[in-house]
C-alpha cells in the first residue's frame, strides 16, 4: 500500500470517528437496510399472527385446547395469542415510522431538486458518459433550424423540449475515459432538454405516506377498537360482547359492554340448489337481521349480508361463519284430521305460530335435522344434517291444554307414540326452508375510523403509490448542438431513465433515427 493511500484511508477513519454519536444513530436510523429489516421483521410477525389463531377469532376454543400446557405457557408469555396488540409489534411500528420519516427528509430533497430544478444543460464528455447516447450529424449551417429540427423530434414524442443558451465547464477525458481535471475550459453550449414523468421521482415518498397511513391508521383501530365474532340465534337478545384475554397460560373471559341492545330477529341462506346441502359451496349468501334497540337513537334494523356489512356508531357487524347444525326458517305442516279425513296445510316462521280452522294454536318451537333419543331417552339431532327432519311443535287445542307434538317429513308408524296423532290431528312436516342454526357476525369497533383510514387511504392509497412508482418512469433526453469545422452541426443525443431501461431504449432509438432521418446526416456512432 503506498503512502498517500494510507495517508487517504486514515483520514477517512478520523473523519468517521468524528462524527458524533447522535449523528450516526440518526443515520442508522434512516438508513435503508434497516426500515427493510424492520419491515420484514413485520412481516414475519403478521404471518405468525395469521398461523397462530387469535383470541375472540371463531375457532380459538378447540386451538387453544389443542395446544400443550408448555405451548399455552409459551405463546402466553410471547404475547401471539393477540400479536397485533402486543407491546413490541407496536413499538416496531412506531420505530419503523420513525424510520421513513427520517429517510424521507434525507432524501426527498436530492429527488424534489429533478423536479424543481432539473439539470437542463451538459457538456459533451457527460452525454457521452450516458448508457444511452449517439452523435448525429446533421447537413445543415443554420444552428436555429438544427435547434428547431431537434425540438420538434422532442415534441413528437412526449417531450417537451426546453433551449438553453450557456457557458459551461468542459473537462477533458484521459486515456482511461476518466475527467481529466487539467484540461477546464469555459464553452458555450446550446443545449435542448426534454423530460417526462417527472413526478415518478417523489412516487417512493407517496409509498411513504401510503405506509404511515395504514400504521396509523391499524394503530389508532387497535388502541381504541376491538373484533369479536359473536354467535346470533333468532330470538337472543344481548347488550354484551364476550371477549377473552390470555395471561400466560391462563384464559379468562370477560364482557364488553355495549351502549345498545341487539336482537336477532331473523337469519337466512340463500341456496343454489334448495334441496342440496347447507354448506358454503351450495350457498349464494347468508343474511342475518337485527334490531337494534339505542336508549339514545331509537330503534333500527340491520340487515347483513355477505357482501353488504352494516356501520352504525363505530361498529361494522360482517358475516363471518355460519353454524353446520341444520335448522329451518320456516315449516309447511300437512295436516289430517281424524275426525273426518279432511286435510289442510299451514305454512309457520321460525318463532312463529299459526291457526288451524277449528281454532287449534300451533307454534313452531324448535327443529331437528337428524331425530334422534338421546341417552336419556329425550328427543335430539344425531348430526347438523337433514337425514331424518323433524319440528317439534307446542299445540293448543280449543279449551285444552298445550301438548308437544313432533311432525315427522318421513312416514313414522302410528303405533309409535312419537309419531302417533295428537290433538285429533296427525301431522307431517311437509317441507321447510333450509338454514343454519346460527350465523356468527364478526363486529368491529373503530370509534375513530382508524381500519377505514388504514384500509381505503393507507391501503388502496400504497397500492396506486406501487403502481405509479413501478409503471411509470422518468425519463429525460438531452441534445447538445456543435458546429463542427467544416461548418456544419452535429447533435449529441443522450437520454436517461430511472427505471423500465429497455422500452427507453426503444424510444430512445427511435429518436435518433427519426432525428437523423430528418437532418439527412449519417451517425458517427453509437452506443
Known sequence: MSVAEETIRGKDRAERRSVPLINRFINFLSSVRFGVTLLCVLVVLSMIGMIVIQQNVTG????????????????????????????????????????????????????????????????RPWLL???????????????????KLVEDVFRENGYAPVATDDNIRSYGVDEDGKKDFSKIEEVRARTVFGDRGKWNRI?????????????????????????????????????????????????EKYNVQLPFTLECTDIQQKLIDPRGSISVTNTLDWRTQLRITDPEYGVSVADVSMNNPFSYRGYRFFQAEASRIGSAR??????????????????????????????????????LPDFAFNADGNPDT??????????????????????????????????????????????????FEKVPFAHVLSIKYDPYSGAFIAWYFGGFGLIAALGFVFFFSHRRVWALVEKTPDGKYEVVLAGDTNRNHSAFQDKFAKMAATLRDKGKGSADGQN
Not at 450529424?137 to 435547434?147: G, K, L, P, Q, R
Not at 305442516?333 to 312463529?352: A, F, M, N, V
Not at 299459526?354 to 327443529?367: H, I, K, S
Open 203 to 251: 412516487g417512493a415518498y407517496l409509498v411513504h405516506v401510503a405506509l404511515l397511513t395504514l400504521f396509523l391508521g391499524h394503530f389508532v383501530a387497535n388502541q381504541w377498537g376491538f373484533d369479536a365474532d359473536v354467535r346470533m340465534i333468532p330470538g337472543d337478545i344481548s347488550d354484551q360482547i364476550q371477549m377473552i384475554r390470555i395471561d400466560l397460560d391462563k384464559r
Open 330 to 367: 320456516s315449516i309447511e305442516l300437512e295436516i289430517e284430521s281424524q275426525t273426518d279425513g279432511s286435510t289442510q296445510k299451514i305454512e309457520i316462521p321460525r318463532r312463529g305460530s299459526g291457526t288451524l280452522a277449528d281454532g287449534t294454536l300451533v307454534e313452531y318451537d324448535e327443529f
Open 382 to 431: 344425531r348430526s347438523g344434517d337433514y337425514n331424518n327432519p323433524v319440528a317439534v311443535l307446542s299445540v293448543v287445542p280449543p279449551g285444552g291444554e298445550r301438548i308437544r307434538v313432533y311432525a315427522f317429513q318421513g312416514s313414522v308408524a302410528e303405533n309409535i307414540p312419537v309419531g302417533a296423532p295428537k290433538a285429533g290431528y296427525k301431522w307431517r312436516l311437509a317441507d
Open 60 to 123: 380459538f376454543d378447540s386451538y387453544y385446547a389443542s395446544l400443550t400446557p408448555a405451548e399455552r405457557v409459551v405463546y402466553g408469555y410471547l404475547g401471539l395469542f393477540d400479536i397485533y396488540h402486543s407491546w413490541y409489534f407496536n413499538a416496531i411500528l412506531l420505530v419503523l415510522s420513525l424510520n421513513i420519516v427520517l429517510a424521507s427528509i434525507d432524501r426527498f430533497p436530492s429527488a424534489w431538486s429533478y423536479i424543481a430544478s432539473p439539470k437542463k444543460t451538459a457538456t
Open 129 to 147: 458518459g450516458q448508457k444511452e447516447n449517439t452523435v448525429i450529424s446533421i447537413d445543415s449551417d443554420d444552428e436555429e433550424a438544427v435547434t
